[in-house]
Nanobody
Framework: QVQLVESGGGLVQSGGSLRFSCTAS????????MGWYRQAPGKQRESVAF???????NYADCVKGRFTISRDYAKNTVYLQMNSLAPEDTGVYYC?????????????????WGQGTQVTVSS
């Protein structure tokens, strides 16, 4: 069984910073991309930042220059440093990873999700 456990998040004033972490554990054979989605109230879930193997990173245009994603491959952990937060960054943030479970190698990479963490940025 594979799990993603998030930590971080919370309430911060506009202009402040927060840091997330997400650790994958369990019967992991391989991990490809790890990253973050978010869902604001009344809106669809959107991709925020992703890190693929080979140190390739992708950011949503609205967070470029403010958010930084990084990975610790030895710890199966991905981090998201969020600076200059604004009220429009408010939402539930979900960790996502493409993982091969060694119990089901033939299935290939499958998407796994963290439990979701609330971020509230006050103006």
């Amino acid at each position: 069984q594979v799990q993603l456990v998030e930590s971080g998040g919370g309430l911060v004033q506009s202009g402040g910073s927060l840091r997330f972490s997400c650790t994958a554990s369990g019967t992991i054979s391989r991990i490809n991309a790890m990253g973050w989605y978010r869902q604001a109230p009344g809106k669809q879930r959107e991709s925020v930042a992703f890190s693929s193997t080979g140190e390739i990173t992708n950011y949503a245009d609205c967070v470029k220059g403010r958010f930084t994603i990084s990975r610790d491959y030895a710890k199966n952990t991905v981090y998201l440093q969020m600076n200059s937060l604004a009220p429009e960054d408010t939402g539930v943030y979900y960790c996502n990873a493409a993982i091969i479970d060694w119990n089901f190698v033939a299935r290939g990479f499958r998407d796994y999700w963290g439990q979701g963490t609330q971020v509230t940025v006050s103006s």
